[in-house]
Nanobody
Framework: QVQLVESGGGLVQAGGSLRLSCAIS????????MGWYRQAPGKQRELVAT?????????ADSVKGRFTISSDNGKNTETMYLQMNSLKPEDTAVYYC????????????WGQGTQVTVSS
């Protein structure tokens, strides 16, 4: 019912910037929350930043002040962004976008992931 496609990952030096994009299409009304998560090798997937209904934004403590989540609403699509500044080697991970809905038909959907590698 919903498709998510991430782009924008890559290799960057510490202190650099990247912007990730997530193109969302399909049944995208009544969204409860959308956001970015990441998973580093050998670690569990963790929340990076989310936007909940009412435009409530939440960031992981580790990225506050460095990352910014935003979204653009199109006619039948939505694009979510993650602007990442002052990148650190510990930000290296596969980044996933996610969207959740509870009504009318619930879903909890993920993109395929995009690799971000920060070199020291």
């Amino acid at each position: 019912q919903v498709q998510l496609v991430e782009s924008g990952g890559g290799l960057v030096q510490a202190g650099g910037s990247l912007r990730l994009s997530c193109a969302i299409s399909g049944s995208i009304f009544n969204i409860n929350a959308m956001g970015w998560y990441r998973q580093a090798p050998g670690k569990q997937r963790e929340l990076v930043a989310t936007i909940a209904s009412g435009d409530r934004i939440n960031y992981a403590d580790s990225v506050k002040g460095r990352f910014t989540i935003s979204s653009d609403n199109g006619k039948n699509t939505e694009t979510m962004y993650l602007q990442m500044n002052s990148l650190k080697p510990e930000d290296t991970a596969v980044y996933y976008c996610n969207i959740k809905r509870t009504w009318p038909t619930p879903y909890d959907s993920w993109g395929q992931g995009t690799q971000v590698t920060v070199s020291s």
